[in-house]
């Protein structure tokens, strides 16, 4: 079973330019999140899908970063203008609907570097 | 308050030698709780689920109470492949998680 996918690995930009990610969740899964990860801390939630819905982005700085997750499968994560502060992984992950709980799966993450 | 706290570490043990991590949430609604293992420009991956009864993987036990809100993570007989950082992740409702801030584990030959 093919991974979740994200794309690019790598990116380094220059503050006020603006940047996209794109991530290919795993076949059938419903749900898809995208974590911010700085160094040395853990995954904080950006944005949480439930098909192409928007379950949660209370955390997402919504005057630079947007999200949109269109037909429910492939979703990208734009920021314009980044900040120097938004150097970080963006990891993105995604989970099946149904009764119990399973795990989140992730992909490899872009790695993002602003100068 | 954070909403999932761990102790940062760094946790430094010779081979062979039993380490425990503890995390604390503080959403009482919190539904489910979960170990991921992060190796060093990796992603995260699902170690355990973390039951109410407790479980056990191996050479790895997690605990839950609920009363305390409190989670551990029990490694027994640490193997240098078990280098990583310890993620503690809660889960509510709509299948919404939150990560604590990882414990790093670094075993020693």
């Known amino acids: 079973e093919a991974g979740v996918a994200q794309s690019p690995r790598y990116k380094i930009i220059e503050k006020r330019q603006s940047v996209a990610f794109w991530c290919n969740p795993i076949?059938?899964?419903?749900?898809l999140y995208w974590y911010q990860q700085i160094l040395g801390q853990g995954p904080k939630l950006l944005i949480q899908f439930q098909n192409n819905g928007v379950v949660d982005d209370s955390q997402l700085p919504k005057d630079r970063f947007s999200a949109e997750r269109l037909k429910g499968v492939d979703s990208t994560l734009k920021i314009q203008p980044a900040k120097l502060e938004d150097s970080a992984v963006y990891l993105c992950?995604?989970?099946?609907?149904?009764?119990?709980?399973?795990?989140?799966?992730f992909g490899q993450g872009t790695r993002l570097t602003v100068v | 308050r954070k909403e999932v706290e761990q102790d940062p570490g760094p946790f430094n043990v010779p081979e062979g030698a039993t380490v425990a991590f503890n995390c604390t949430y503080s959403?009482?609604?919190?539904?489910?709780f979960f170990w991921y293992r992060q190796d060093c420009r990796k992603e995260p991956k699902l170690l355990m689920s973390?039951?109410?009864s407790g479980n056990e993987d191996g050479r790895f036990t997690a605990q839950l109470n609920r009363a305390s809100q409190y989670i551990s993570l029990l490694i027994r007989d640490s193997k240098l492949s078990d280098s990583a950082t310890y993620l503690c992740?809660?889960?509510?409702?709509?299948?919404?998680?939150?990560f604590g801030s990882g414990t790093q584990l670094t075993v020693l030959p």
């Open positions: 992950a995604s989970s099946p609907m149904g009764g119990s709980w399973t795990e989140a799966f």
């Open positions: 076949s059938g899964h419903a749900t």
């Open positions: 992740v809660v889960g509510r409702s709509a299948r919404q998680l939150t």
């Open positions: 959403n009482s609604a919190s539904q489910s």
């Open positions: 973390v039951y109410s």
